[in-house]
């Protein structure tokens, strides 16, 4: 029995570790830090990150797993690069999956998550006007896992942070157009009231439309940078 255990512990400090080193390349990817394409070299993260490369190696896996990391034969891990045609389908996904959460988030009505998602909105208006549209992505993070966790249905949560990390370069790159972070707060905005009003068909039909408005931006910049 005290083999077992022994074999089975699982050490805090590491585990704590590598989510750190995991979410640090995982912000790094999503805010174009690390572009697609770009070859990730571990030496060179060992260094950035400040940790060894064990740890490297099991965040590039997990990072891998989700979509965000690409192995080459003979160069080794690159961020992952996306076709239209991908996007397309992953934002297609995304809507269908994203309606249906809006709808059970104002179904379900959980004060708790309405505050939540109140919190971070309000958190979006304050750092719209920031060059550095980080903050502004972090807080929008944040509102869709209080909606995804809100929706109450773990299947559901799960596809779509897989989507979401899948499509966050995608998510900058439509942030970055000065003339929509203003019509894409109007469109969360009025995500929140329909949800806090309890209106499914509303919570539904805002999250689609956001999501159709988003795609537009980020395929078109998709398609022009890859003709």
Request: net charge negative; charged share 30%; hydrophobic share 40%.
């Amino acid at each position: 029995m005290a083999k077992i255990e022994s074999e089975l512990n699982v050490s805090r400090e590491s585990t704590s570790l590598r989510l750190l080193v995991e979410n640090r390349l995982r912000s790094a990817i999503g805010s174009g830090l690390f572009k697609p394409g770009q070859r990730l070299i571990e030496r060179e993260l060992c260094e950035q990150v400040g940790v060894g490369r064990t740890s490297i190696r099991e965040a590039l896996r997990q990072l891998e797993a989700e979509g965000l990391v690409t192995t080459i034969p003979h160069r080794g891990p690159i961020v992952s690069t996306i076709s239209v045609e991908e996007a397309e389908q992953l934002y297609d996904l995304r809507a269908l999956l994203e309606g249906y959460a809006g709808r059970e988030c104002a179904r379900l009505r959980d004060p708790e998550i309405i505050g939540r998602l109140r919190k971070q909105f309000v958190q979006m208006g304050a750092v719209a006007g920031q060059e550095d549209r980080s903050d502004l992505l972090a807080a929008k993070t944040e509102f869709y896992a209080a909606l995804l966790e809100g929706c109450g249905n773990v299947f559901v949560e799960r596809f779509l942070k897989m989507l979401l990390n899948r499509v966050t370069v995608l998510r900058m790159t439509s942030m970055t157009q000065s003339n929509r972070i203003g019509r894409s707060l109007a469109e969360i905005e009025t995500i929140l009231v329909a949800i806090e009003a309890g209106d499914e068909d509303g919570a539904e039909q805002a999250c689609v439309q956001h999501i159709k408005n988003a795609a537009a931006i980020a395929l078109e910049a998709l398609r022009r940078d890859n003709p």
